[in-house]
């Protein structure tokens, strides 16, 4: 069932599916898009300030939005207008990666009343409960027709 932005409230919590990582995914994604040492190579990571291979920090978010996409039914998908990311932790080969968000915020639009804003809160965590991501996103939400329209669809106009 998808969800509309009236069918959400704050503090309503959604948990996704996992992924696990390994050394290959984490160097052909840094290969690719962030191709720095301490993601490419395990010696070269062993001498840098990670002690060891860690994933991208945008390879971490890019599973999480796909977790998302996955474990958050919103309706018309998960359009992001705006995110705050940090990473506590690196993610690192072997991690098992889970997202647990919650709604933190609702704003019905006042200019688009077919809209509204949702501030979602999500942890993305690995298989010992430790946070390698925080994200704060601000997401654009369909409001369910019949919330907004002042005319029936099933009334013919007249005029």
């Known amino acids: 069932?998808?969800?509309?932005?009236?069918?959400?409230?704050?503090?309503?919590?959604?948990?996704?599916?996992?992924?696990?990582l390994d050394a290959e995914q984490i160097v052909r994604f840094?290969?690719?898009f962030d191709p720095q040492p301490f993601h490419l190579s395990e010696e070269?990571?062993?001498k840098s300030l990670f002690a060891g291979l860690a994933a991208s920090g945008w390879h971490t978010a890019a599973i999480t939005m796909?977790?998302?996409?996955?474990?958050?039914?919103?309706a018309?998908?998960?359009v992001?207008?705006?995110v705050e990311v940090s990473w506590p932790r690196p993610t690192r080969p072997g991690?098992?990666?889970?997202?647990?968000?919650?709604?933190t915020e609702i704003t019905p639009s006042r200019s688009k009343p077919d809209?509204?804003?949702?501030?979602?809160?999500?942890e993305t965590r690995n298989q010992r409960g430790e946070v390698v991501q925080v994200a704060t996103s601000k997401i654009l939400v369909p409001r369910k027709q019949e919330s907004f329209s002042s005319t029936p669809r099933n009334e013919e106009k007249t005029g």
């Not at 069932?1 to 696990?20: E, I, N, P």
């Not at 796909?66 to 919103?74: A, D, S």
């Not at 991690?95 to 709604?103: A, G, M, N, R, Y």
């Open 95 to 103: 991690d098992e990666l889970q997202v647990f968000s919650e709604v």
């Open 66 to 74: 796909r977790l998302l996409v996955g474990g958050t039914p919103i």
């Open 80 to 82: 992001g207008l705006g």
């Open 76 to 78: 018309g998908g998960i």
């Open 30 to 32: 840094a290969t690719e």
């Open 44 to 46: 070269a990571a062993a």
């Open 115 to 122: 809209r509204g804003l949702v501030v979602l809160r999500s």
């Open 1 to 20: 069932m998808l969800l509309y932005l009236d069918d959400l409230h704050a503090g309503q919590r959604f948990t996704s599916a996992t992924h696990r």
